[in-house]
């Protein structure tokens, strides 16, 4: 277990409140995926007998959400007949990008007339985690500091990063606002796929497809994008191997 002490602007807030809605990224095409994606959407790959997204819809409904917003292109169809199963204890709306795959900051943008809630959490369907002490997306909410920032990203240590072959992705620095780490050099923290962001955030987007990244670094360069540090596990489960190690490494806990 990580031994990381939260800064000052991030010590838990108990009146911290989980948003009621989430918007669950589930549109892309699962290249890195293949052959188990040749014939299924990359969120229906299953881990440990359950599909990647079923995991992700338990953790949302065990932190209290009540809405999901999910978008959809490849197999679109495929997706939408297997959320049909989940409407009985999450409300889902379908955010359709079968028209052309919009990249995750142009899904958000799409997707942002059907949040109604600000802020919100963002979630990629294509990570699974484990809570630590406490529930992650409870711990997430409870950093939360409207007047300070636009986006709050969930990061694990780069030790920590089970099945994850990048070199990390940010810095914190003694607040807890993120930095990006000099091209080439290694970054202590890995972003895990989970965020808490304000509607603020999606504002002067350009049209079509485009990056979170871009939002992000504008946050970046204004002192409001911070990161709180995952205390649970976290799995990148982005290859078939990945499917297969992250299998052993949960059977093993």
């Known amino acids: 277990m990580s031994r990381y002490k939260a800064p000052l602007s991030l010590r838990p807030d108990p009146g911290g409140t989980v948003p009621r809605t989430a918007m669950v990224m589930a549109a892309g095409l699962g290249k890195r995926m293949r052959p188990l994606t040749a ?12 599909p990647l997204i079923d995991h992700c819809f338990d953790r949302l409904r065990a932190a209290g959400v009540e809405r999901a917003v999910v978008n959809v292109h490849y197999l679109a169809n495929a997706l939408e ?16 990008e079968r028209d052309l795959l919009l990249e995750t900051g142009g899904g958000l943008v799409r997707a942002l007339p059907m949040i109604d809630a ?6 990629n369907s294509d990570n699974l985690w484990v809570d630590g002490p406490v529930d992650t997306l409870r711990l997430l909410a409870t950093h939360w500091n409207d007047a300070d920032m636009d986006a709050l990203l969930l990061l694990v240590p780069f ?14 620095d003694a607040m807890g606002r993120v930095r990006r780490p000099r091209r080439g050099t290694v970054a202590p923290f890995v972003y895990t796929g989970i965020q808490m962001i304000a509607k603020r955030l999606i504002a002067d987007t350009p049209e079509g497809p485009f990056s979170t990244n871009l939002l992000w670094d504008r946050a970046i360069a204004q002192g ?6 995952h205390q649970g596990l976290w799995y990148d489960v982005g290859t078939p191997a ?12």
């Open 81 to 96: 007949a297997h959320l049909k199963n989940r409407v009985q204890d999450i409300d889902i709306a379908i955010s359709d």
């Open 159 to 172: 030790a920590r990063a089970n099945c994850h072959g990048g070199k990390g992705d940010f810095h914190l």
């Open 39 to 50: 014939t299924r959407p990359k969120p229906l790959v299953e881990v440990a007998g359950k």
């Open 224 to 229: 409001r994008c911070f990161g709180a540090v």
């Open 242 to 253: 990945a499917v297969k190690k992250t299998e052993m490494l949960l059977g093993n806990e």
């Open 118 to 123: 600000d802020p919100f959490l963002v979630v």
